[in-house]
């Protein structure tokens, strides 16, 4: 049977990108990683793909200065490695017009609480996190949306709800988040790959 292709965008760390490779090599996943594209050469999650000997894409302000070619480099290195679908997971920069025209609406991106709370321009890295603890609220949680022109704004994909603790702090909320972003990539992608429909409401995905 023919694997779904998928591309992975990152900027640091790449433990979204790790988690969706292990659970790429399970036996009955049906999906692969055919490439990953980073914005910083330094980043921890190229290195991992280096290291697992998947194709490795460094396209940034240094490589392309220019952002319509840099866009439409992005969209080459994808469509040369025949991807399928698009996860950006924590790749901390926009997509261009030329790579969503090419790929939308299959392409996917993970933000780290419940949209549409939370999200949108300024909502990055612990600031989401901040945000969530100053609200009061009591859980929080992963989102997988569909990736249009603006910030975390299209279609919720699924949503994984966790606790929020009354002593959490920023970091002790994060860990929570990444965790379950760390089920929660994987089973939608997986979803994707048996070819079946994608679900709305909170964990039904699971
Ligand atoms: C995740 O929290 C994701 O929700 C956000 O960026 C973070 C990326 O983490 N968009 P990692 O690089 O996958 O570890």
């Known amino acids: 049977m023919t694997e779904l292709r998928v591309g992975v965008l990152v900027s640091h760390n790449g ?3 790790r988690a969706l490779h ?3 090599l399970a036996h009955d996943a049906r999906f692969t990683i055919a490439a990953v594209v980073g914005n910083n050469e330094g980043a921890l999650g190229l290195a991992y793909a280096r290291e697992h000997r998947i194709p490795v894409r460094h396209i940034s302000g240094t490589t392309h200065p220019d952002s319509d070619r840099r866009d439409e ?3 080459v290195a994808l469509v040369e490695h025949r991807v399928d679908w698009v996860v950006t997971a924590g790749y901390m920069k926009k997509l261009g017009p030329r790579t969503i025209r090419e790929f939308a609406p299959r392409i996917l991106n993970i933000h780290p609480a419940l ?3 939370f999200g949108g321009t300024g909502f990055f890295g612990d600031r989401v996190h901040r945000a969530v603890l100053d609200s009061g609220d009591t859980v929080s ?3 997988i949306h569909l990736v249009d ?3 975390d704004s299209g279609r919720i994909i699924a949503r994984l709800e966790v606790p929020v603790h ?3 702090t920023v970091d002790t909320l994060a860990a929570r988040v990444r965790a379950a972003e760390h089920t929660l990539l994987p089973a939608v992608v997986r979803q994707i ?3 079946q429909r994608l679900y709305l409401d909170i964990g039904r995905c699971l």
């Open 22 to 24: 292990e659970a790429s």
């Open 149 to 151: 022109e603006e910030y």
């Open 15 to 17: 433990s979204n990108l």
């Open 141 to 143: 949680g992963p989102t």
């Open 193 to 195: 790959a048996s070819g």
């Open 115 to 117: 949209l549409p709370k």
């Open 73 to 75: 480099a992005i969209r």
């Open 166 to 168: 009354a002593d959490d």
